[in-house]
Structure formats: structure tokens, C-alpha cells
């Protein structure tokens, strides 16, 4: 509306100064009546058409924006997988497909969390059913109301608390409340104190250190009772999955700016089309050997988050079945 009034003026202004200085003195007043006449029509043609495509763009908006609204609303109320129509128009195709992407991203974490409450109550069930068993087995006498028989019961019991402990932590990680102490320390300590604590476990195979540097301290900097417990994971993980005869090998490397410790063991290797998912919560390239050897699945999901919230890094390796495994926790080198 304003360009029209701005355009009227502009043009009545300019064609009066050449109706003035062009037309004898006689014919001005009909000329310019004339001109006035054809503007005040191209005026008004202008007024409708504007408003027209206003009102047309308008209504384009808003349905677009209702479109957006209603959508937003059926998501509130659990319905995930809504999507919004892509409109042609540059501006509100970005809107509706950053909203789109919006709805896709809920729906995935929907699923995750769905998939974890599944997880958690199979991962349940497992010690519960042991438990019930060894209490039906002693109601019903056919289980001898013995100490042996209550200390298989306490492993079932260590192994629900232990779950949850993980369970616990691992939500704290993922949402980032665990807190860090960070200090510089020689990752050769840490090393040898976790395999102190590990080596009663692995009396009969057997377990070695080897150090970037014996006489210089691999400094880094990080919380050492988190590398600590990253380490016993690994460790853990590699006595577990290494059958009687097999190795283990713990080493300290270093580049200019990251200090690696690498896990290597010569157990049951892992398969290439489970590598890229160990890492997930719950996942167990053998269900039932992993299980049966009491571990939660959620391990490595948990070593990884600690790793990154250090700034460092956790990889898997393994040339397939059979063939051990390496793990590799990277940490940034201090000093
Ligand atoms: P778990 O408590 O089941 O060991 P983790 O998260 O620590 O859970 O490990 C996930 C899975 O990765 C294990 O179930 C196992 O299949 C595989 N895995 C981990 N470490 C090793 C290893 N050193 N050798 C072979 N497989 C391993």
C-alpha cells in the first residue's frame, strides 16, 4: 500500500513539472486532469492487485503455520511419526523441513528409549528367574537348604546389583552428570595398579605389561580413577572372552599430543559384522556366552562415554573369530 501512495505522489509530482514545462498554458488543466484521472486508475488497479497477492500469501502462510501447529500438537501427544508438508516457497520449505528433521530426531530418541526399557527389563529377567528358581527349589525341597545353595543365590543377587550399579551409571554418563577430578598423572601407574588388582583373576593364563618408556613418566591428563575403571573394563572384558592358555597384553604408546593404552588379547576375537556395534548398550556379539559370564552389556557403552568426556577416544579391533581382540583407549598427552 505504502509503495503505491509513494509511487502516485512521485509520478503526480514528475508528470505536473512536465505537463508545466511541455503544454502550452491553455491545455494544462485539461492534461492534467486527464493525467490525474489514469493515475488515480492505475492506483487503484495497483491497490486490489497488491492486496490481492497479499491476502493470497497470507493465507499461504498461516496455512502453513496451522500446518506446523497441529502437527507440533499431535507429536505432544505421542504420535511420532508426523510429518509437516514441504510447501514450494523458499523460506517455508525451510521451516517445515527443519521441523521435519525436529520430529524425525524425537521419533529416533522415542525409539531408543522404547528399545531401552525392553533391554533393561530382558536384561531383568535373567537373575530374577535365578532367583526365583533356588527359592521354589528350597520350598519345594528339592534344593538343599545349604550354605552352597545361598551363595549360588548371592551370585544371582550380585549379578541384579551389579546391573543396576551399571544402569545407574551409564544414565549419569549419558547425561553427562558424572564429575571428573582432572589432574596430570603417569598413565604407567594407573596400568600398574589395575593389573595388580586383575592379575588374582588370571593366575593360570597370563598377563603383560609393556611401557612406552620405563625411566620417563607418560604424563596425561585426566581423572585417574575413571582411567582406572576404563581399564578394568578392558581388562575384564579380555580375561572374560580369553579361554584358558590365551594372552593378554597391556602397552602404553604415545604420539606428540595423545597417549594411547592398548589392550590385546588372544581370545574369541570378534566377528567384522559386530565391531561397529559393541559399543551399544546391550549389545553382545554372544548373547548367551556374555551373559552366562555374567556381564551387563553396558561395559564398553560406559567406558567410551567416560573416554569422550576426557577428550579421549575408545576403538575396537579384531582380525575375526578366533583371532583376539585390541582395544585402544586414547587420552590427550599432558606436558
Ligand atoms: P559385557 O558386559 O557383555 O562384556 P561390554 O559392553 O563390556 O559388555 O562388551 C560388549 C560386547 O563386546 C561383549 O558382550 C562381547 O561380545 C564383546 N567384547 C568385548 N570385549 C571383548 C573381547 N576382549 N573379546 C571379544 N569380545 C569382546
Request: proline share 20%; charged share 20%; glycine share 40%.
Given at each position: 500500500m505504502l509503495v503505491v501512495i509513494v509511487g502516485v505522489v512521485t509520478l503526480s509530482f514528475t508528470a505536473n513539472l512536465l505537463i508545466e514545462q511541455t503544454i502550452p498554458t491553455a491545455q494544462v488543466t485539461p492534461v492534467r486532469t486527464t493525467v490525474i484521472q489514469a493515475l488515480a486508475v492505475a492506483a487503484l488497479a495497483a491497490t486490489i492487485a497488491g492486496l490481492t497477492t497479499s491476502l493470497l500469501l497470507v493465507q499461504i502462510i498461516l496455512r502453513s503455520l496451522r500446518n506446523i501447529a497441529g502437527s507440533s500438537q499431535r507429536i505432544a501427544a505421542g504420535r511420532y511419526d508426523e510429518r509437516v508438508e514441504v510447501p514450494a516457497s523458499d523460506e517455508l520449505r525451510a521451516v517445515a523441513e527443519s521441523f521435519n528433521q525436529m520430529a524425525e530426531a524425537l521419533e529416533q530418541i522415542e525409539q531408543r528409549r522404547i528399545t531401552m526399557i525392553g533391554n533393561v527389563a530382558h536384561e531383568l529377567r535373567t537373575p530374577l528367574a535365578g532367583i526365583e528358581g533356588y527359592l521354589e527349589g528350597l520350598i519345594d525341597g528339592v534344593l538343599p537348604n545349604t550354605a552352597d545353595t545361598f551363595l549360588d543365590m548371592k551370585q544371582e543377587v550380585r549379578r541384579l546389583r551389579r546391573l543396576v550399579d551399571d544402569l545407574q551409571t551409564l544414565s549419569r554418563v549419558e547425561a553427562g552428570q558424572i564429575s571428573l577430578h582432572f589432574t596430570t598423572f603417569d598413565i604407567n601407574d594407573v596400568i600398574r595398579r589395575v593389573v595388580a588388582q586383575i592379575q588374582p583373576q588370571v593366575l593360570d593364563g597370563c598377563l603383560q605389561m609393556q611401557f612406552a618408556s620405563h625411566e620417563h613418566p607418560l604424563l596425561v591428563h585426566a581423572d585417574p580413577d575413571r582411567v582406572a575403571q576404563i581399564l578394568l573394563n578392558l581388562l575384564g572384558n579380555a580375561v572374560r572372552y580369553t579361554p584358558e592358555g590365551g594372552c593378554i597384553t597391556i602397552r602404553s604408546v604415545h604420539t606428540n599430543d595423545e597417549v594411547q593404552v592398548i589392550v590385546e588379547d588372544t581370545g574369541i576375537g570378534i566377528a567384522a559384522e559386530h565391531l561397529p556395534f559393541i559399543f551399544e548398550r546391550f549389545y553382545r556379539a554372544d548373547p548367551s556366552r556374555a551373559r552366562t559370564s555374567g556381564g551387563s552389556g553396558i561395559g564398553l557403552t560406559i567406558s567410551r562415554h567416560l573416554a569422550w568426556a576426557m577428550g579421549g577416544d575408545i576403538r575396537a579391533a579384531s582380525?575375526?573369530?578366533?583371532?583376539g581382540s585390541t582395544f585402544t583407549l586414547s587420552l590427550p598427552r599432558a606436558g
Open positions: 582380525a575375526g573369530p578366533g583371532k
